[in-house]
């Protein structure tokens, strides 16, 4: 019998949620790419034998990939947020998003090419503005609003007054 995890993110794709999947597995670490289950009968947006669903994990998180159609769109209500170590690990994710077809956005928010959003927050960042010193977390706090893609030297530039 096969493992089911409890509860299990499920993203809902047009059709390429194995395409997505393998991106998500080769950008992150701990992501891999799992059972691919292909449709046992026709339905409403894929015929019998299409991949219908695709079990992952991205960042450790158990996920499912479903190829529902295009009858739900992704939005920002859901987004995988990545706790990044420093500006060479922050740069790596957002530029891979990015540059495979995805947009940024503000504050560290990205939307790749499936539509899903990521929030690529170092944890500079998270520091600075959950500070119990209120006026440099909302210097940092502010800086933070005039950025894309963020940048932790000025992050921390900010923070420090």
């Not at 997505?20 to 449709?39: C, I, K, N």
């Amino acid at each position: 019998m096969t493992n089911i995890a409890k509860n299990t993110i499920c993203l809902w794709f047009d059709n390429d949620a194995e395409d997505a999947v393998r991106f998500y597995a080769e950008t992150f670490p701990d992501s891999s790419l799992g059972a691919v289950h292909r449709a046992p009968g026709d339905y409403p947006s894929g015929k019998e034998g299409d991949v219908l669903t695709v079990e992952f994990t991205v960042l450790g998180v158990a996920c499912l990939g479903l190829n529902g159609g295009p009858a739900f769109k992704h939005n920002e209500a859901f987004s995988f947020q990545v706790a990044t170590e420093d500006q060479a690990e922050t740069d790596r994710y957002w530029n891979a998003i990015v540059g495979n077809g995805g947009q940024e956005s503000a504050c560290g928010w990205c939307k790749d090419k499936w539509g899903i959003s990521w929030q690529i927050t170092p944890i500079v960042l998270t520091e600075a503005f959950t500070s119990p010193d209120r006026a440099a977390a909302k210097r940092a706090f502010d800086a933070m609003m005039t950025m894309k893609k963020i940048d932790i030297s000025e992050i921390e530039k900010a923070f420090r007054g």
